[in-house]
C-alpha cells in the first residue's frame, strides 16, 4: 500500500496495489480525490483526530445555565458565531457542470451566515471573483518559492480588504523535497521571511498550519497576529491531534493577544466545542461542508453551519458558558 498526497488539495490518499486493490470506503463525505480517503493506518493524522475529539467527554454544569451567545469577534469584527469557512481551493474545477462556481457558493453562505470565509490556492483574477460576493475574507497564499508572487498576493488581498496569510504547512512535498503545485515550486518559509510578510502587510498576518509550539512562538516572533492550529488534514504522518497541541500552545502564547485557529476533522458543533474549551477563539470547518457544498451549493452549507451553531449552543448550555469568550476546559475529560 502507498500513500499519495493530491499536490493541488493536500488531500491524502490511500493506495492499495493490485493484486488486492480494494475499494477504500472513506468515513468523509464528498467526492473520490478531493476528500482524504483514510485508511485506518496509525500514519494518516486523521484517525487521530477523530480519535483524540471522540474520547474528550464533558461534564454538565446545567444549574444557573442560560441561553449562550455565539457572537465571536475576530480582526476587529463581529460575527455570528466562531465556526469559520476553511480554505478549500480549486472547487471551481471538479464539477462536470461548469456553470457551477462552489467556491462563489461558499463565499455566498458566508456572508449570509455572517461567518469568516477563508480562500486558499487561487490565481488572483479567480480570487477577486470569489471576494466580490461579498463574504469577509481570509486570504491563504502558498509558501511560493518565487516571493515576489508572495507580495503580489498579499497586495491584491488586502486591497479587497481581506486578512492575509500563509499555509507554512504546505512546504514539504511527499517526496521530501519542497511541493511543486498546478506546476508552481513552492519553498521554504524561514522566520524571517514570515516577518518580511507580516510587516508588507497593512493587515492581520496568519500564519496557518502551525503544530508546535515552537512555530507558534515563532509565528508570534514574526509579528503574525494570527495562527491556525493545523496539519492541513493529514498532510503529516503522524502528525498529532491540533486539539492535543493547543493547550500548550495557548499557554505559550500567554497573553500576548494573538487569534488561535484550530482546525482538522471538526464534522459538528459538538467537534467545535471542545476545540474552543481547549483554548481556540475560533474553528475552521472544511470537509464538514464540502459534499454539501459541491452537491447542493451555498444552502446545504448554510444549513450544515447553522446546524454545527445548534450543536455548539446545546453543549454550551448543558456547560454553563454563556459566551464564546467565557469556555472553561475543566469541563472536559479524557477518555
Ligand atoms: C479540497 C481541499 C482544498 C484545500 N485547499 C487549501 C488551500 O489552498 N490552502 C490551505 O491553507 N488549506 C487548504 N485546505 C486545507 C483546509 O483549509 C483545512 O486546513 C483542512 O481541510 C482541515 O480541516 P477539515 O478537517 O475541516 O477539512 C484544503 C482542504 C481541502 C479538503
Avoid at 22 to 29: G, N, Q, Y
Avoid at 51 to 68: F, G, K, Q, S, T
Avoid at 136 to 158: G, L, S
Wanted: hydrophobic fraction near 40%.
Amino acid at each position: 500500500m502507498s500513500k499519495k498526497i493530491d499536490s493541488a488539495t493536500g488531500a491524502s490518499r490511500h493506495n492499495f496495489d493490485a493484486p488486492e486493490e480494494k475499494e477504500i470506503k472513506s468515513p468523509w463525505p464528498g467526492p473520490k480525490g478531493m476528500i482524504p480517503v483514510t485508511s485506518g493506518q496509525a500514519e494518516d493524522a486523521n484517525v487521530h483526530n477523530r480519535a483524540y475529539l471522540d474520547n474528550i467527554l464533558v461534564e454538565m454544569r446545567i444549574i444557573d445555565a442560560v441561553e449562550p451567545n455565539l457572537e465571536t469577534e475576530f480582526f476587529g469584527k463581529k460575527y455570528a458565531s466562531p465556526i469559520n469557512l476553511a480554505a478549500v481551493s480549486h472547487l471551481n474545477k471538479v464539477l462536470d457542470d461548469k456553470s457551477r462556481k462552489p467556491m462563489q457558493e461558499k463565499a455566498e453562505a458566508a456572508k449570509n451566515l455572517n461567518v469568516l470565509n477563508w480562500i486558499g490556492m487561487e490565481e488572483n483574477s479567480e480570487y477577486r471573483d470569489i471576494v466580490a460576493e461579498g463574504s469577509d475574507t481570509v486570504r491563504i497564499i502558498k509558501p511560493f518559492a518565487d516571493h515576489n508572487r508572495i507580495f503580489d498576493e498579499i497586495k491584491v488581498a488586502q486591497e479587497t480588504g481581506a486578512v492575509v496569510g500563509i499555509d507554512i504547512d504546505h512546504v514539504p512535498g511527499t517526496n521530501g523535497k519542497y511541493d511543486v503545485v498546478d506546476g508552481i515550486e513552492l519553498g521554504p518559509i524561514t522566520q524571517a521571511d514570515l516577518a518580511k510578510y507580516a510587516a508588507f502587510a497593512d493587515v492581520p498576518f496568519v500564519a496557518k498550519g502551525v503544530l508546535s509550539v515552537q512555530d507558534a512562538l515563532k509565528a508570534r516572533d514574526a509579528g503574525c497576529q494570527a495562527i491556525v492550529v493545523s496539519h492541513h488534514h493529514g498532510r503529516l504522518p503522524f502528525g498529532v491531534p491540533p486539539l492535543k497541541v493547543l493547550p500548550a500552545i495557548k499557554k505559550a502564547l500567554g497573553n500576548s493577544q494573538m487569534t488561535i485557529f484550530v482546525d482538522g476533522s471538526i464534522m459538528t458543533g459538538y467537534d467545535a466545542y471542545k476545540a474552543l474549551a481547549l483554548g481556540a477563539d475560533g474553528v475552521l470547518i472544511g470537509r464538514a461542508i464540502l459534499r454539501g457544498l459541491l452537491d447542493q451549493g451555498s444552502e446545504a452549507v448554510e444549513e450544515k453551519v447553522l446546524k454545527m451553531n445548534e450543536e455548539l449552543a446545546e453543549m454550551m448550555l448543558y456547560t454553563g458558558v454563556k459566551n464564546t469568550a467565557t469556555f472553561d476546559p475543566n469541563v472536559l475529560h479524557f477518555n
